[in-house]
């Protein structure tokens, strides 16, 4: 029995490590043209309670459960203010206690582009495209192990910034709204909404989330504090003691910190996040470090 | 100008990506859709077919109808002629849901109602599992846990009653001749196809009244749903101009009466109290006496009570209880044998390098929490395999019958071997599993018995198809190993037991008067 958050914690993961000139599909920092930002980051989720329903709950047959991810991101600096980002995760689950089987495998590759449209008196307003796709034919339907849920996804967002530049500090709010496609199940009937689909095709509810950040960006270093969230626009609940499906209605609060040094081409950065408030999720912990590296050509 | 006529205007691109994009963005399900047919044999003579719990249709009685030339007929025939003659988009959708068949849609909403009741409950403060409590259904934990036995069970009793009540509508349906609205009065237009076959009493009010009347005892806490289903499975035939009000209301005072007497084998079959936990410590006795050095602990966290421990106690359908251990497969083998050490290394191997197609066997058929369970696949596929080959609604029902009372007895016989060997779970020994662990021994495999049953009486209804349900059969059992809950032996054993348990009723079904 556990929950999805496998998908959100990687989803969170994806949407905020990495990247040297700290560079984000959620952020207004843009590598300049011609150079790029290669950044690996390591990323640490664990839960040992989650909500199923609306129901906090422990499962002395998970105990705690554990998502690992290795990612390779990169972001290119097509112009100043145009920038393309990418990145491959590789994630690994566990559990402390039980016998449910871990899953490892490549999970989704995903692709953003990010553009600033308007710029003036340290106000600016962006706006980013992406989209990701499955890279293997992993097994979506055994939540919380699976990696992911094979859903391809479109997103849409706007950024807003203000940042002053005597001081650096700036304020970044974001809002998104995901697409996210159907997908295919090895089984070929499921219950979701409290009825049979007697087909294999599984319903992903689409998703929006939101965050703001407050922080200060130097030359060298940069440190935040976020709040996020992530909510599925539609969806059903975990049924009392069911396993999670796909079909969930996933929420999730995030508070967390994020912070990077980068004194020349090498950096490292790191973030630390604690869901606080979710529904059909687990109430995790999660860290992330990353290296740097900036390419100038 | 001359303007290529060959190319569309970029007007109609724009239409056409556009119509593309939203298109790509409809993530409406397309589930299949079950057309309604005129069956390939009316079973004429279905009024003699042998009955289960039924010594004779005459056991119920349905008196004759009215005669068509009576006032009485004709004022029901000129109120169906408005009743059928402007539907609704929806009524016109109901009429098309349940021409698919009667017997085919409520053996379809059981599926539902076990899937969405096969939830084990959850541990207590305390650590307990509490029991799930027939008077308060909808209490947490709901009534009832619709586990693998439970639901062959439950959809045992309502495949009987249907296919009992049908064959005493079918006699009376013979007896008295009367045609159906449209052949009687050509200004009713039928919406869905016209058999031939009387229409008094109708069989879609015998089918759901004898479905409520097995469903709401099965499942309590259902009943406003399952009254709200079966009337509009009712209206739906008078929105389709196919039965009369008369037509209808014999058929579900007859589908009530025999739903009656089956649910009075059902309260003596034993159900209740096949969850004598106290006979567990007796039983840990007996297959230590047989050799079982390590017997099955469950591996849940509380432990809990092993499901239905005394379910091989219950009544089966197509054999005495003295032949269920009769039936008992040859010992496993000892724990640590080189036997059991070459299946648990096995086991082993798959869990180092699981490949993506037996992850894809074990998920297709895992059927476990929140499913409709094996019992509810192998239905499905008798029901589909029955529709497909356009069966009559008596001859639909007895395909059910003979599926699920071989299913029940599957269940009743590797209950009985499960808890006389009382036989470790891999989980004992370390493996991980895909697909949950089964709160239950080991040896023989669920699955495999089950699968084995169905497919044999499958195998026999429709031979050109037994390789394939055969191969299905053998797909189910090995997907318990590629999930890593059971040993080979297990599997193999529970196929073995599984198609000598379905030889029993394939016995009945050539001596059930239907295929002569």
Known sequence: MKVKTLYMLTLALLLMAAGAQAQMPHDVIYMPKNTSCLALTYGHSSWD?????????????????????????????ITDRLNVIASVPYIWTQTSAGNLMGLKGFQDASAWIKYKAFDKKGLSLHGVVGGSIPLTNYVPEFLPMSIGLQARTATGRIIANYSHSPTGLYLTGHGSYSWRSNIYVDRDSYLAGDRMHNTDEVQIPNAIDLGARVGILKSKWQTEVFVERFACVDGDNIRRNDMPFPTNKMEMTTVGWYGKVQ?????????????????NVGQSLSYSVGFLYQFNY | MKTNTFLPSYKVLLVGLLAFIITSCDKTIQEPI???????????NAGIWKTYVLTSPAEVDVPAPSATNSAEYQAELSSLKQISSALTPDQKQKVEYWGAGAVYRWNEIARELAARYNLPPAAGPDGKYPLPDAANPLADPKFPFANPPYTARAM????????????????????YNRMSPAQAESSIKAALPVSGIPTYPSEDAVVAAASFNVLKAMFPGEVPYLEAKM???????????????SDLAAGAVLGTAVAAKVMGRAKTDGMSSSNN???????????????????????????????LPTYGLVTPWNFDKATVAKLRPEAPPAVGSAEFNKALDELKSIQKNQTREQARIANFWSDGVGSYTPPGHWLRTAANAAHDARYSEVRMARTLALVSTALM????????????????RPQQYGLKTTVGTPNFPSYTSGHSTFSAAAAEVLGHIFPAQAKKFADMALEASNSRMYGLIHYRFDCEAGLKCGKNIGSYAVTRAKADGADQ
Request: aromatic content about 12%; proline content about 6%.
């Open chain 1, 263 to 279: 004194p020349r081409n090498i950096g490292v950065n790191a973030r630390v996040g604690y869901v606080v408030e979710g529904l």
């Open chain 1, 49 to 77: 309670e989650y909500w199923e329903n609306t129901l906090k709950r422990e499962n002395l047959n998970i105990g705690t459960h554990t998502t690992q991810m290795a990612m390779a991101m990169a972001a290119v600096g």
């Open chain 2, 409 to 424: 007895d599957a269940g009743i016989c590797c209950w009985d071997v499960k808890f006389w060997w009382y036989y470790p």
């Open chain 2, 277 to 307: 936990q106290s006979m567990t410590a007796g039983m840990i006795e007996n297959a230590k006496k047989l050799g079982v050095t390590e017997p099955w602990v469950s591996q849940e966290s509380p432990a809990r009570p092993p499901m």
């Open chain 2, 34 to 44: 079950i057309p309604a047919y005129s069956p390939s044999n009316v079973d004429a």
């Open chain 2, 231 to 245: 009337k509009e499975h009712q209206e739906s035939r008078l929105w389709a101009g196919m039965n009369v009000q």
């Open chain 2, 156 to 175: 045992a009793y309502l495949s009987v009653a249907q296919y009992d009540a049908l064959v005493t509508a079918w006699h009376y349906k013979y007896k």
